[in-house]
């Protein structure tokens, strides 16, 4: 199994807080069958304002993790990657290595949780022009997508990918997060898994879990979403969607119960 969205490297985002917390989460992947860890350390946002999030500094300390877990014998690979914060800058940032995946073939992009950006169609249409497929990372966390789903259809008809977080589906995010996390799996709008783990605690890598949940709404499908699909991505290999229009279910109840609470 392949982890596709995670913070395990040490010291460098909000994520591991140290090199033990990121052994100690390894022990937990190693454990679940996964062995293949993508790093999404963030980048651009907020959040690592004033941290060096580079290429050049990001490699040596995945290089040290991998060092460790070898010698532990996890029999983890490592691969290094970012979730890069939606700026109007993407096109400007894809000759950076560590921003792109498969050999510049694809970009995982994440939006503040309350607020899409109106210009974030253009971008994302420039990126796709220039050969990059946006990654959307869980918009099942999105408010605007948890009052309307029609937002990840028309990303997925503009060519981009959803990736959806393995603790949105198990509950650990959040009523409205699962409830969204498990429409984007059931309807096969969901193309790759990730724990988007953060510590050995709360956050950690619950992909098994979230697996099982998956087998359950959508069948022997749901090993496309931690097996081929992400192996693609690293391989710069293209991923077909089939989206069916005719399968676009009415609102659900609990959709509507949520947009009318908010409302009062
Ligand atoms: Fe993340």
Request: one cysteine or more.
């Amino acid at each position: 199994m392949i982890d596709f969205h995670n913070h395990i490297l040490p010291n460098m985002d909000d994520g591991s807080k140290s090199l033990e917390m990121s052994l100690s989460m390894l022990r937990s992947a190693a454990e679940q069958g996964i062995t293949d860890i993508v790093n999404t350390v963030h980048f651009q946002h907020p959040k690592v304002d004033g941290k060096d999030i580079s290429f050049e500094a990001c490699q040596p300390v995945l290089n040290a993790l991998q060092a460790e877990s070898d010698k532990a014998g996890f029999g983890i690979k490592l691969h290094l990657g970012a979730e890069v914060f939606y700026l109007p800058n993407l096109l400007d940032i894809t000759d950076n290595p560590l921003v792109t995946f498969g050999g510049g073939k694809y970009m995982l992009i994440e939006f503040l949780t309350h607020h899409i950006p109106s210009t974030q169609r253009q971008v994302l249409f420039d990126l796709k022009m220039k050969g990059i497929t946006p990654i959307i990372a869980h918009p099942e966390r999105y408010r605007p997508v948890q009052e309307d789903m029609e937002l990840v259809r028309r990303w997925i008809r503009s060519g981009c990918l959803i990736q959806v977080d393995a603790g949105s589906l198990t509950g650990a995010l959040g009523k409205s997060a699962q409830h969204t996390a498990t429409e984007i799996v059931k309807l096969d709008l969901c193309q790759v898994l990730g724990s988007d783990a953060h510590d050995d605690h709360h956050r950690n890598f619950v992909i098994s879990d979230a697996l099982q949940i998956c087998e359950k709404l959508i069948g022997n499908r749901a090993q496309t979403l931690v097996e081929s699909n992400p192996l693609k991505v690293l391989n710069g290999e293209p991923i077909v969607i089939d989206l069916d229009e005719d399968s676009r279910p009415k609102e659900k109840f609990y959709m509507k119960w949520i947009r009318k609470s908010r409302k009062k």
